[in-house]
């Protein structure tokens, strides 16, 4: 049951606490995760949008990336949105930096240009005739420039893909948790299961 499901929210920097709120609305229970160790208790986990900089060098103080890609190893899903999309990403551009590579896409930082570095959209989730309106905010956004082969792409705004999928791992370069749709992560957690 949804009910049931404890999803962990990444706690070391960036907007985690809307995560929270979205998770429970979608009937999960979520639980902030500031060490390492508590990720062992949750069944999914999100990583929130921030500053991708700051976060690595917040992870690089810790165990986390061994961690992260451990608790990726077992096949928990894993939701990463804006700054957390580029965490998750195999490859960084604007410019090139560290990231987990656990999704086959490249993701440029800060891809949307000064007039538009933040601003609010209506994209699309699903396709054909299961297409429907999604709202969207960008907040120095990512853009996704390059989808490998095995990756899904969900949602669409402007042109580009901007939520994919591979496997267990879902990125998002909007932050569905600063609108009321709870699309995103009642997706997730059907994915969570
Ligand atoms: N611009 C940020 C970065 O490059 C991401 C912004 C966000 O997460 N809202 O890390």
Not at 34 to 51: C, N, S, Y
Not at 67 to 88: E, N, Q, V
Not at 163 to 176: K, Y
Request: charged residues 20%; glycine residues 12%.
């Amino acid at each position: 049951m949804a009910g049931e499901q404890l999803i962990g929210v990444l706690g070391l920097q960036g907007d985690y606490c809307a995560h929270g709120r979205m998770l429970e609305e979608a009937g999960a229970r979520a639980q902030v995760v500031k060490k390492t160790a508590q990720l062992r208790r949750v069944q999914g986990l999100v990583i929130p949008g921030g500053e991708s900089t700051a976060l690595i060098k917040l992870m690089d103080a810790g165990d986390w990336w061994e961690s992260l890609r451990d608790f990726a190893g077992t096949g928990k899903p894993i939701l990463g949105t804006c700054a957390g999309m580029i965490l998750l990403a195999r490859e960084v551009l604007n410019p090139p930096q560290k990231s987990l590579g656990l999704i086959d896409a490249t993701v440029e930082r800060n891809s949307y240009g000064r007039q538009q570095e933040s601003f609010e959209g209506m994209g699309t989730f699903g396709r054909g005739r299961r297409e429907r309106p999604l709202p969207m905010v960008f907040i120095r956004a990512p853009r996704i420039c390059r989808l490998g082969p095995r990756v899904k792409a969900l949602a669409f705004c402007r042109g580009d893909c901007v939520l994919a999928r591979q496997g267990p791992i879902l990125v998002a370069s909007f932050h569905p948790e600063l609108t009321a749709d709870l699309t995103v992560h009642r997706y997730f957690l059907g994915m969570v299961g």
